[in-house]
């Protein structure tokens, strides 16, 4: 894409309101828009990072059986009444009709919409496991809304649920999507720690998934002898680590990324969700949920991804492999190296902005923070070179002009 088209430009002024590193980044290098507290525009290099977050997780729930849906976020008031949330759940946005005065929710998770429709199409044990997502949006009326992208009053969630005939087999499929939780997070680029959480009154435990970061909003006390860690309201009712009983854990900031978590019967009971057995009697679906931020996740990325002049995207993410800068006198040298990128298949974002000096162009670069940077100048030309730089990297390197996509490449691989 050339940079000269993209409508969406960087920023210099940022909303007063707005304090985390996540969202000041991603606002100055044109990424969102901040349309009020939790609410926020993507722009063209936004959303094809969010898409290419939702393409890692999305992959990830096939793998793991999943089957994907996209469920309506105006809910109809009778189903939450139905678990009794409409009530109890303080984030909840409900409103009223001003035309029809009939009541609504807007969804904040999907438990409400989902068991009921299992339990239209789902009857015998023959069709069980069966394991559900979706990647949608949420709404949620959070009381505070300050940390950018981590809290967001309307975010988008992957939002897995399971039904099983019993709770061995929850257990088993519970453990299938931890380590798909695990590759997931690897594969954005953060590290995200285990973590014991409190698993309602269903269960002993649920697990969050943490970034350790000072950008959290969370505590967790992380335990060295095996790398996992619990959270502070675990370790108020239980000192120590769960796993391996060591009582000397280290306090940390932290975001939770994801959860999974044991629902056991508590909404298929609320719809009568049940199936018949192998001898024919009615057995209550054992259920597992399954979240993850996706808003979230690219703002941890930037949170724990970035330096003083601006994000370092992992090329999994990032919104293009390759800024291409030409600030040369011979443009056309800078087109063809385009052409050759494009043709062989490489996201190049391409800067052939004219009225821009080289030095703001650099400094763009690195604000946008795509990994590899290859600059068309004239001194590298008159060799027959382009200036090669990966953004984490501070060494410059001179690659022959023909070899610029076998070299983009074979790093790429
Ligand atoms: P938190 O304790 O941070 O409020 P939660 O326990 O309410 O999170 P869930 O309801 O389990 O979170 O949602 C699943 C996932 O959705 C979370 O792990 C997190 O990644 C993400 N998430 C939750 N609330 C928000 C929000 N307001 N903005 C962005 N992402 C969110
Ligand atoms: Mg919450």
Known sequence: ?????????????????????????LLRAGFVHKEMAGVYSFLPLGLRVLNNIANIIREEMFAIGGQEVFLPSLNPKQNW???GRWETLDDLFRFTSLYTKTDYALAGT???????????FVSSYKELPVAIFQIQNKFRDEKRAKSGLLRGREFLMKDLYSFHANEQDLDRYYQVVKESYDRIFKKAGVEAVYTFASGGTFSKYSHEFQVLTQAGEDTVHVCGACALAVNEEILREQPGCPQCGNKNLRREKAIEV??????????????????KDERGENKEVIMGCYGIGLNR????????????????????????????LQISDRPKEAEAAYEQLQNAGIEVLYDDREEVRAGEKFAEADLLGIPWR????????????????????????LVKLQNITDFLRATNS
């Open 1 to 25: 894409m050339r940079q000269s088209a993209l409508f969406a430009k960087t920023q210099k002024q940022l909303p007063k309101d707005e304090t985390s590193t996540n969202a000041r980044l």
């Open 81 to 83: 009444q139905q678990t």
């Open 110 to 120: 999907h438990e409400e919409i989902i068991v009921p429709l299992v339990q239209r």
């Open 258 to 275: 994801g959860n999974i978590f044991k629902l056991k019967t508590k909404y298929s009971s609320a719809f009568q969700l049940t199936y």
């Open 297 to 324: 996740l690219m703002g941890t990325i930037v949170e724990t991804s970035h330096d003083k002049r601006g994000i370092i995207w992992p090329e999994s993410v990032a919104p293009f492999l390759v800024h291409l």
């Open 374 to 397: 290859v600059v068309i100048s004239d001194k590298a030309l008159a060799q027959e070179n382009v200036e090669v730089k990966e953004r984490k990297s501070e060494r410059v390197e």
